[in-house]
């Protein structure tokens, strides 16, 4: 069965530092991965995704992610972190091409942003 | 329409009581998803529907869940004989087709006294 674990259950940086959040997936064919923002009261907005193609993906709000098939890693990164950027953040692995089924959430991030 | 909208937005009912949950996807999408995020947790998966039929209801946690979406457009969550543990935000999202990208609605949170 496929599933996603996110190992940071929250997270600090300062804001201008580097951001680094971690995700490992587990899955028996070839994944479509996500990463969502989820910011208080708000609903979840998609930052990236990989289907295929180059495994250095490139997000919204300065957001990029690579996919590591050796690692079953897809793991999100930002060089320069906003206070904005403080949020909930999600992992997810898609269905596969030949398997009906859907998206598998992890249990998040939080990121919290010092001043 | 412009996104996905889910309605209402609040629901506090009783222990024991029925409830109905409605999603209306992005106009053309045929995916339409409904999860259940607790909270401090990610959203969970319940249900997916690829067109009017219900292509996994593997998430479904037991028989009490029910959903429906006859017209292949909005979809509505059932819930019977509501628990204290149903409490949670009930999120639904809708892809033009089974692969791309999901948008989710704000969620409908659901609280049971």
């Known amino acids: 069965a496929q599933s996603v674990t996110q190992p940071d259950i929250h997270i600090t940086v300062s804001e201008g530092a580097s951001l680094e959040l971690r995700c490992n997936y587990s899955?028996?064919?070839?994944?479509?991965l996500f990463w969502y923002v989820q910011s208080p009261g708000q609903g979840l907005q998609l930052l990236l995704k990989y289907f295929s193609g180059d495994t250095l993906v490139q997000g919204i709000k300065g957001f990029e992610a690579e996919f590591k098939r050796s690692q079953s890693s897809f793991n999100l990164r930002k060089p320069s972190v906003h206070w904005s950027d403080a949020a909930e953040y999600f992992c997810a692995v898609g269905p596969a091409r030949t398997v009906n089924n859907d998206m598998r959430f992890g249990a998040g991030t939080r990121l919290t942003v010092k001043p | 329409g412009a996104g996905v909208s889910q309605t209402p937005s609040n629901k506090v009912t009783e222990k024991g009581k029925y409830v109905e949950l409605r999603c209306d996807p992005i106009?053309?999408?045929?995916?339409l998803y409904w999860y259940r995020q607790s909270l401090g947790q990610g959203p969970e998966f319940l249900i997916y529907?690829?067109?009017?039929?219900?292509?996994?209801d593997s998430g479904l946690p037991n028989d009490r869940f029910f959903a429906v979406r006859p017209e292949g457009s909005v979809s509505t969550l059932k819930i019977q004989r509501t628990e204290r543990g149903d409490s949670a935000v009930y999120l639904c999202?809708?892809?033009?087709?089974?692969?791309?990208?999901?948008?989710f609605g704000q969620g409908t949170r659901l609280t049971v006294v």
């Open positions: 106009s053309g999408h045929t995916a």
């Open positions: 899955y028996g064919a070839t994944p479509y």
């Open positions: 999202a809708s892809s033009q087709t089974k692969n791309t990208e999901a948008f």
């Open positions: 529907f690829q067109g009017t039929g219900a292509a996994d």
